[in-house]
T-cell receptor
Framework: DSGVTQTPKHLITATGQRVTLRCSPR?????VYWYQQSLDQGLQFLIQ???????AKGNILERFSAQQFPDLHSELNLSSLELGDSALYFC????????????????FGPGTRLTVL | AQRVTQPEKLLSVFKGAPVELKCNYS??????LFWYVQYSRQRLQLLLR??SRESIKGFTADLNKGETSFHLKKPFAQEEDSAMYYC??????????FGQGTELSVKP
């Protein structure tokens, strides 16, 4: 157990809908990352938050947004869902984030499996 | 460009045989590299970090800057090693850039 938790484990929804995925980082970690794992694209970085502020953006669609709250948990919002959004969404956390601290390592949560029908 | 390449999609070996999972990277600067393992599409578990030069579950990996490689090795494969293995490079801002993964299948 990495200490990173994600809810829900599974989500089945229809095209056009909106869902929210939740992540709680390890105790003491300030940085949260979101990744998408799909069969065709592999593991792709979406977005990173550090202590409530957006720090970096990757291949994140405009229909997707995220935020990190004062208690450091993070939510990833996916709207106007399409079939191609079906994937595993992972959250990871680390103490600091960035490359400033070479020992800063990302630990992953169990993921949320999203199925869009 | 920052990139990680794992040339083998699938590697199949017999129990007790040596294993080498290949990883090549492209990065200007000093790379930070990791190996993660994923069993049955569950959570990604950290296996190795190149900076710590540790050995986990008998796996080792050496950073070769000349060949821009970070291959994962184990002298004697076990059936429980069967999983997906991902090589990752810490990119700009700390995000991880993953290779496409190699599925290791260890046959009895």
């Amino acid at each position: 157990d990495s200490g990173v938790t994600q809810t829900p484990k599974h989500l089945i929804t229809a095209t056009g809908q909106r869902v929210t995925l939740r992540c709680s980082p390890r105790s003491g970690d300030l940085s949260v990352y979101w990744y998408q794992q799909s069969l065709d694209q592999g593991l792709q970085f979406l977005i990173q938050y550090y202590n409530g502020e957006e720090r970096a953006k990757g291949n994140i669609l405009e229909r997707f947004s995220a935020q990190q709250f004062p208690d450091l948990h993070s939510e990833l919002n996916l709207s106007s869902l399409e079939l191609g959004d079906s994937a595993l969404y992972f959250c990871a956390s680390s103490v600091v984030g960035g490359r400033a601290l070479s020992t800063d390592t990302q630990y992953f949560g169990p993921g949320t499996r999203l199925t869009v029908l | 460009a920052q990139r990680v390449t794992q040339p083998e999609k699938l590697l199949s070996v017999f129990k007790g045989a040596p294993v080498e999972l290949k990883c090549n990277y492209s990065y200007s600067g000093s790379p930070e590299l990791f190996w993660y393992v994923q069993y049955s599409r569950q959570r990604l578990q950290l296996l190795l970090r190149h900076i710590s030069r540790e050995s986990i579950k008998g796996f080792t990996a050496d950073l070769n800057k000349g060949e821009t490689s970070f291959h994962l090795k184990k002298p004697f494969a076990q059936e429980e090693d069967s999983a997906m293995y991902y090589c990752a490079l810490k990119g700009q801002g700390g995000k991880l850039i993953f290779g496409q993964g190699t599925e290791l299948s260890v046959k009895p």
